[in-house]
């Protein structure tokens, strides 16, 4: 007599054929997001949750003992057509926080604001929700003294001196992603200043995906890879981005950013930051003013191409925390200016048409000049990056005496969510005492207990008002540096879940972006679309992307539309008459060379040339990297030379320019089953290594400068570089690198993309 089964068993039994079924005469290709098409237009008609893909399954339904409940799958998984609150109250609005009218603050009363921030807060432990995989280095900020006149803040006086850690990061990735992705970067700075800490928390790009902080688990769970596959990692090119950006289109302006070549900095060190926000500044008087915090790097601002993008990603997923590290420790300290965009405090929170409370719109530097107001100079790598890089906790809401907050509502959602999250990650709410974070300013909080607490505080009455202690602590007022924020006035009003009428519009400022980039940035945004949106598997979704572009741009919408195999829709607004802003684009300008890693090949022969080479390029501030066929040492017999890379080793991502002092002949590992860069007939059929051909192709096709002198030039010919090509030069060893110096500066040969600049 046969054993009768688990009813649960067989259930998951018949559910596995079902499976197997539905895959055998399911989708052609793998990776549909969900059971059924998307379509092209938001769904309105209330509707219960969709079912499961064909290929998937949960957990059979077990209670926390071990015993099997028999309960159906859906039953554990959400339910219903409507949106809840946790408790099952059904909402009318989440894209809008309560506000006290329209434009007015947002209100501590709501309620599912605090829920949907703080459960989005607690996702994950410990590692960060977003900006988990980061870089950080110490540093210190000098004022100008330029700022005098619209705030007081004590470290923008002249010459004041006030040590910083600044924190680079990725936005969606995990700890363990790749540093060259695709994706918004971190650029998080903490001032230790004798006034407390203050925290200035941006991003390298000026606009936000969303304008209420509402919706910011939304659109970092679209980000995020799918929850049922846990892919594609660290990248937004994928269904579910695509999906909840092209219907929610404030998210427009920051997309289109991302899809330029701004995506893909080539370094922290060569890459811009922004306080996005708009923040109230206080002078000595009380008078206010309105700015936008921007920080200049020296080196200019700077990309990957895209292609140099997916290469490091395999050859160094490090590569910008390596870089910022070696520039460091090789003493090119990387420097920026902190500048401000000024504006009149008029209370509409306008300025020349732009609302300054709208986080996904910008004020081109030609209507409001960025004013500089001091120098930041990162001058030392971290010593644990644990204790340092991965506890430094940053908030929005860690403010001086000089600098307040306005209305934003992005803004105001951050300094809930920024708190909350460091008592989630870093285990309870006395972060604020871990070595990375702690205040340069004496304090007495009266704050007492909970997990971690470090300080070993004195009396009895942690309490206000209070004699048992003397009295102590006591208030301090305007004229003993007290923060006390700026008494603005509240609007009269009903209290609503809206957004003021100026955030209705989503398209002129892409406009103005589209139309600001050379020739060749378009190019490169038309190709970061066409990548991304390739990789979407539902048809509609890119549909209504392409709507999207339309509004931006017909050129732009056409050329992804053909990548796309799409037909191209027409405009659904009328386009935006916007002048361009020159200041958006990052080509055309001449910009320092600090920090430049050269690479120089060479096989041995006429080493005074290379010694003499790399002294040079020492003594200019950049970095040479001498690449050989082996490691070691070259020319023992006298003043030897290190190598510092092999033909194994070295790649064209590593380098901004190659300079070629020989034609090195293939060495001994120079075929495929111990290198795969060898292509075996190229090694027998020319005389040169092949690995050195495609070092220098690659640094061709991506735009970088090349030197040769000697035997080098047969290296140009074989690999069949153009004569004269722009940004190549040969002849004398040190008119060679001036070449290439002076080529550096505007950071690649832009010539070669095709378009003309």
């Known amino acids: 007599m046969s054993e009768k089964k688990n ?29 059924e098409a998307v379509p092209v237009a938001e769904p309105t008609e209330p509707r219960e949750p969709l079912p499961p ?27 219903g057509a409507y949106l809840t609150t946790a408790q099952g109250a059904r909402l009318y609005d989440t894209d809008h926080s309560l506000k006290a009218g329209a434009r007015g603050p947002v209100l501590l009363q709501d309620h599912h604001l605090r829920e949907k921030i703080t459960h989005f807060d607690h996702e994950r432990i410990p590692e960060r929700v977003v900006h988990a995989r980061g870089a950080a280095a110490h ?28 924190r680079f990061s990725t936005v969606l990735g995990s700890r363990g992603s790749a540093d060259t992705v695709r994706d918004t970067r971190g650029f998080a700075t903490k001032f230790y200043t004798q006034e407390g800490v203050f925290d200035l928390v941006g991003n390298n790009i000026p606009v936000f995906f969303i304008q209420d902080a509402i919706k910011f688990p939304d659109i970092i769970h679209a980000g995020k890879p799918h929850p049922d596959r846990e892919i594609p990692q660290a990248q937004s090119a994928h269904d579910t981005f695509w999906d909840f950006v092209t219907l929610h289109t404030e998210a427009t302006h920051h997309t289109l950013w991302n899809m330029s070549d701004r995506g893909i900095p080539r370094s922290y ?64 300290y990387p420097e920026w200016e902190l500048g401000v965009q000024t504006f009149p405090d008029t209370g509409d929170h306008m300025f020349e048409g732009i609302d300054l409370l709208d986080p996904t719109k910008i004020v081109p530097e030609e209507l409001a000049p960025v004013r500089p107001i001091g120098l930041m100079t990162l001058d030392a790598n971290p010593s644990n990056y644990f204790a340092e890089t991965e506890q430094v906790a940053f908030h929005p809401g860690h403010l001086v005496p000089g600098i307040d907050v306005t209305d934003d509502p992005l803004l105001h959602g951050r ?9 989630s990650r870093l285990g309870g709410p006395n972060f604020a005492q871990l070595p990375i974070n702690r205040t ?35 208030l301090a007022g305007a004229d003993t540096g007290a923060y006390i924020e700026v008494p603005a006035e509240v609007p009269a009003s009903r209290k609503v879940r809206e957004a003021p009428a100026t955030f209705d519009d989503h398209f002129s400022q892409p406009r103005l972006f589209w139309l600001s980039m050379t020739p060749v940035e378009r190019e490169h945004t038309i190709a970061a679309y066409t990548f991304e949106l390739g990789k979407c598997w ?40 916007v002048a361009p802003s020159p200041a958006l684009s990052q080509v055309g300008q001449e910009w320092p060379t600090d920090g430049r890693v050269i690479g120089i090949v060479t096989d041995g022969a006429d080493l005074d040339a290379v010694r003499t080479v790399r002294g040079e390029i020492l003594d200019a501030g950049m970095v040479p990297l001498v690449i050989a066929p082996a490691g070691g040492k070259l020319g023992l017999d006298g003043d030897p030379v290190t190598v510092q890379r092999t033909f194994t080793t070295a790649r064209s991502v590593e380098f901004d320019a190659v300079l070629l002092a020989a034609a090195p002949a293939p060495a001994p590992d120079a075929y495929g089953a111990r290198d795969a860069k060898v292509d075996d007939t190229a090694a027998v059929a020319t005389a040169i290594d092949p690995r050195v051909l495609l070092l220098v192709s690659e640094a061709f096709r991506h735009g970088k400068a090349i030197g040769a002198w000697g035997n080098g030039p047969a290296v140009l010919e074989a690999a069949g570089l153009p004569a004269g090509a722009a940004g190549v030069a040969t002849g004398e060893p040190a008119a060679v690198l001036r070449t290439v110096s002076q080529a550096l500066g505007a950071h690649r040969a832009w010539e070669r993309f095709g378009p003309a600049v």
């Not at 399954?57 to 003992?65: F, I, N, V």
């Not at 700015?291 to 601002?301: A, M």
């Not at 340069?440 to 008002?465: F, K």
Request: overall charge negative; glycine content about 12%; charged content about 20%.
């Open 415 to 423: 300094l809930f969510s920024y708190l909350d999250t460091q008592i």
């Open 440 to 474: 340069h300013a004496p304090v007495n909080d009266m704050l007492r207990d909970g997990m971690h607490q470090t300080a070993v505080h004195r009396g009895v009455a942690p309490y206000r008002p209070n004699s048992a202690d003397g009295g102590c602590p006591f």
């Open 139 to 166: 540093g210190v900020f000098r004022g100008y003294g330029s700022a005098a006149g619209i705030t007081k803040a004590g470290f923008l006086a002249e010459g004041v001196e006030t040590p910083v850690y600044v």
């Open 53 to 79: 893909k064909p290929d998937q399954r949960g957990p059979d339904t077990y209670s926390p003992t071990g015993q099997a409940t028999g309960v159906p799958q859906d039953r554990v998984a959400q339910d």
């Open 269 to 332: 060190r060569m890459m811009e930051g922004f306080g996005v926000h708009t923040f109230r500044l206080v002078n000595a008087e009380g008078a206010t003013t309105l700015v936008k915090f921007h920080w200049k790097p020296r080196l200019g601002v700077h990309s990957l191409v895209w292609e140099e993008a997916q290469l490091t990603g395999g050859v160094d997923p490090d590569f910008h925390r390596r870089d910022l590290a070696d520039a460091i420790e090789a003493g090119a």
């Open 7 to 35: 009813p649960v068993t067989a259930a998951a039994e018949k559910a596995v054929e079902k499976v197997q079924k539905a895959m055998r005469t399911g989708n052609e290709i793998p990776g549909a997001p969900g059971p």
């Open 538 to 577: 539902e048809t509609g979704i890119k549909e209504r992307a392409l709507r999207v572009l339309a509004n931006i741009d017909p050129e732009l919408c056409s050329r992804v539309a053909t990548g796309l195999g799409l037909p191209a829709p027409e405009a659904t607004v009328p386009l935006a008459d």
